[in-house]
């Protein structure tokens, strides 16, 4: 039985946007159980739950709105929280987009687990997948199948020689998720830089929140976190995507040069067959609490 989690105190950061280039703020604050990750863009008084029928763009980010406000770029804050097993937090960004911060979850995690989690008195729910189940879209594929505990599989394939085919299998836990997944960087091609950014796109990104490959390799003097971090990356991006379902889940997702929109259409899709699917109150496997110090 694992009991649902909030933090202990607020958490701000404070940064840059990735696509927007717009400076914004954001304080995490404690929430109610049963409450869930709600958004609030406080400068235009948006609410919106973090779900996937909150969802309004997964062009390059995953984008939630209300009534045409909008706030960029949700993916690396829901993995950190997702990754981290928090259920019940309230989310006020000061600014269209989350900050893209150094392009990963890492100092996120940090901040969370330095203002510490809490358990609250009611058990977690989880959706549990009862049955295979694929979703097709073009030359992607996602996979859902029973499992033990939560654990994704996922495959790459870019055509440059500094990515190439890449595949990570992983059971997503907080140990895991902090040490292997959140420290992978969001990446992108130079060669499509200017094409994004004449579309509104990538106008705060630069080496110092993303990998930028070349046509010779990677052009950030650090170099790579891992051999193989696009695929991690990849990963990470889909804990926060795939937490837009609204609860944490109880299978093995396989996935095939999926993306954002891909992620997206997946849960919709699934969300669509309850034969597929079902919710619980007990998961077979359960994440170690002492990594992260958790107090009751």
């Not at 933090?7 to 159980?33: D, M, W």
């Not at 330095?114 to 008195?121: L, S, T, Y």
């Not at 033990?148 to 495959?155: A, K, P």
Request: with cysteine; proline share 4%; charged share 20%.
């Amino acid at each position: 039985m694992r009991s649902q989690r909030t933090i202990k105190s607020p958490v701000q950061f404070e940064g840059i946007g990735l696509h927007t280039g717009v400076h914004s703020k954001v304080i995490l604050n404690p929430a109610s159980r049963d409450s869930g990750v709600t958004f609030i863009r406080t400068d235009k008084r948006m609410t919106a739950k973090a779900h996937v029928g909150s969802v309004v763009d997964t062009a390059f980010a995953t984008t939630i709105g209300h009534n045409g406000a909008k706030i960029r770029t949700i993916e690396h804050l829901m993995a950190a929280l997702a990754g981290l097993g928090i259920d019940n937090v309230t989310v006020e960004v000061e600014g269209p987009e989350i900050p893209i911060l150094d392009g990963s979850s890492t100092e996120l995690i940090s901040l969370i687990l330095r203002a510490g989690i809490a358990k609250q008195a009611k058990r977690r729910p989880y959706l549990r997948i009862l049955r295979p189940f694929i979703f097709e879209d073009g030359h992607s594929k996602i996979g859902a199948f029973p499992h033990r505990g939560y654990r994704i599989t996922y495959s790459i394939h870019f055509h440059h020689h500094g990515i190439g085919e890449q595949r990570l299998s992983v059971d997503i836990n907080e140990e895991n998720f902090a040490r292997e997944l959140a420290p992978a960087r969001t990446f992108g091609f130079l060669k499509d830089i200017e094409y994004l950014r004449t579309n509104g796109l990538a106008k705060g990104g630069s080496f110092d929140n993303a990998i930028v490959l070349g046509e010779n390799g990677i052009l950030n003097s650090t170099g790579l976190r891992f051999k193989d971090e696009f695929v991690r990356h990849k990963v990470l991006d889909s804990i926060g995507d795939f937490s837009l379902v609204g609860f944490p889940i109880c299978g093995h997702i396989i996935a095939s040069k999926s993306g954002h929109a891909t992620n997206i259409k997946f849960l919709k899709k699934l969300l669509s067959f309850p034969d597929a699917w079902d919710i619980i109150l007990e998961q077979e496997y359960i994440p170690a609490d002492s990594y992260l110090q958790i107090n009751t």
